[in-house]
């Protein structure tokens, strides 16, 4: 099964562990791996700033060089949601795209929901020693139905406990360029979300979207809160813990 | 109602320190949520153990009720127009008399000739957002009537000097109890007191006086009934039902759009509303008002007028917001809404706050008076996933960005970052090469730390929490040195 690895513009940027894990947890579950060279941006942020056009020339970008997969996997529901749900909206007037929109759509998957649900992984490679509380990011929540399946794997992990925290489904506040037009807003709703997931009294927060992560841990640290550890799904289901130490080629690690 | 909308950014500051907002805030967020999740649940589990009595595997979940609910509100604003002729027609016949009024000053005008027909010096009014779209009580004090508002929350902001609503079902959401105290010792005259029944009675002896002495009511209406030519109206407190059967004359005030076809309908309504609003299973009053009183009636007003208002509302029949005026004003989008739960109502800056304000504030009163609106939300949908007639509020502020973006209304250094942004973007090296100078750069700033405490490109990122520093090189650097090219 070729699976093209979308890695997203936050995880290139920021956090490469992540990516590195996904391509850990979808070869260790056998898939043969390809990440497209030329990949950039899915064009959520154009979209979502209301420059329709922008984000129509991304989306047939992305579509062009994804073509071929058996299946696109992205560790974003963000990113995920918006290739399987705005572009075949975006590309509905132009009959020679959206078709190619919506078999691009038919394929992608965010990552814990395609290693549940196309691949049936049943054992993963991490191990944590503590609790986690999980941060149900809004794009994957209410536009994917992503629920189960990051809590399916995590109850895989040896060691793993999880604790749900009061408000795991609401917003933490990021949003996007929200977040840098409402800054102090944006800080504000993320407290709400700090304090209920130290209410949990977990060690970690684990969510599946870097920047509502982003978003979480900047606000956690600001409030003094160096103790917490925030960490991409991915990173604990393969057991990179997020020091910026990706593990050998072929997950040997 | 004075527009406030366009200053929107300013006014959120003042709103996160008000320490007393943020505690009311947290309060009522709770209680709106929660009991809405609980009706919801309690719907579905009677809905599967009815179904499960009659040997059947189809329950109505609260979810299909949902969709028929945003089905029947579709039907009706598909055709507006046919069902407001069936609806004139039948108010008509029933003895009412039906006003048309394109906006808040036809509003106050038509309002006002009614009371000076009937001779009338004091109006009592229950619960209407259109009173305040038209700004009626200005208008109506201005012209010698006095309005006085009997829904409890309304009389506090009344007697507060006219305070606008911060919630359009609970309207003073944004008070304590012992500003209500204060407030009512003051203008009351009477020893302060902070029981809260103690103070509802002491409220409804103030306005006994009123009720027994104004000449006209003045309600707003949930549904208008097109079958029956009706109103119904759904209230928590008696005063509607005092408003609409003491006096002699009665003056509905609604939109256009609230219109449902059959009394049938409103049974679906009626089961998504409260448990939307305040997740009731019924609310305390449901009043149905069809006609003038009858000769056998022992009350009920001789002259009941319909004043049908647009205000805005027919631009949005003919483009992309349509869906928007299947709202029920249940609020529960504001309940569920981060950026309300935050700021609260009174920073929006019109009538309507939350979600449902964002879309409707700018198309009522222009798109470029209130250009933040739009723009402050996360676009989490937790709106949209609760709303009893399903609009997918977060897809109409999208569409209310874009119109922004081809009107030429965004800051010129944002069409500039995106105009940069999208050209890279399709040019994968350069992008590529961007990010990892970006990474270094970022890197950089955080001096060895793991974090960036002040962003000079985005400071509003850093003002309330760090930025996690970047691990080092970008995962493409790294893929392509660990994998080979
Ligand atoms: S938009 Fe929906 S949730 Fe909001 S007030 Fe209207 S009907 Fe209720």
Known sequence: MRVALFVTCLVDLMRPSIGFATARLLEEAGCELVVPETQTCCGQPAYSSGNRAAARQLAKKVIGEFAGFDYVVAPSGSCAEHIRNAYPLLLADEADWLPRAQELAARTFELTDFLVNVLHVDKVPGRFAGSVTYHDSCSGLRGLGIREQPRALLAQVPGLELREMAGAEECCGFGGAFSVKFGELSAAIAARKCGNLRASGADAVVGGDLGCLLNIEGRLRREGDLKTRVLHVAEVLAGVDGDGEAPHAGGAN | ??????????????????????????????????????????????????????????????????????????????????????????????????????????????????????????????????????????????????PVETDLGEYILQIAGNEPPSHIIAPVIHKTLDEVADLFAREHGKPRKTDIPALTREAREALRAHFLSAGMGISGGNFLIAETGGVALVTNEGNGRMVTTLPNVHVVITGIEKILPTLEDLATLLRLLPRSATGQTISNYVSLLTGTKGAADPDGPEHLYFILV?????????????????????????????????????????????????????????IERALDLPQASTLCNQCGSVCPVKIPLPQLLRTLRERQVTRQLRPRSERFGLKVWAWLAQRPALYARAASYFARYLGWLAGGEDRIRVFALAPQWTAGRDLPAPQGKTFRERWAAERGR
């Not at chain 2, 709770?30 to 009595?53: I, Q």
């Open chain 2, 1 to 146: 109602m004075r527009q406030q909308s366009m200053h929107f950014a300013a006014r959120v500051g003042d709103r996160l320190a008000d320490v007393k907002l943020q505690a009311n805030l947290k309060k009522a967020k709770g209680k709106f949520v929660d009991m809405r999740a609980a009706a919801v649940r309690e719907f579905d589990a009677d809905a599967a153990a009815c179904a499960a009595a009659a040997g059947r595997d189809d329950a109505v979940t609260f979810a299909a009720l949902r969709d028929a609910g945003a089905a029947i509100r579709s039907k009706v604003i598909d055709d507006l127009d046919l069902w407001l002729e069936i609806f004139e027609a039948k108010a008509k016949a029933s003895g009412a008399t039906v006003l048309w009024a394109r906006n808040g000053e036809e509003v106050c005008a038509h309002t006002i000739e009614i009371a000076r027909r009937h001779g009338i010096s004091k109006a009592i009014k229950s619960k209407s957002m259109l009173s305040e779209e038209a700004d009626l009580n200005a208008a109506l004090s201005a012209a010698g009537v006095q």
């Open chain 2, 310 to 366: 647009d205000n805005g509302r027919s631009s949005l029949l003919e483009d992309d917001f349509r869906a928007m005026l299947r709202c029920i004003r249940c609020g529960a989008c504001m309940n569920h809404c981060p950026v309300y739960q935050t700021i609260g109502g009174h920073a929006y800056g019109w009538v309507y706050p939350g979600p449902m304000g964002s879309v409707l504030t700018p198309l009522f009163t222009g």
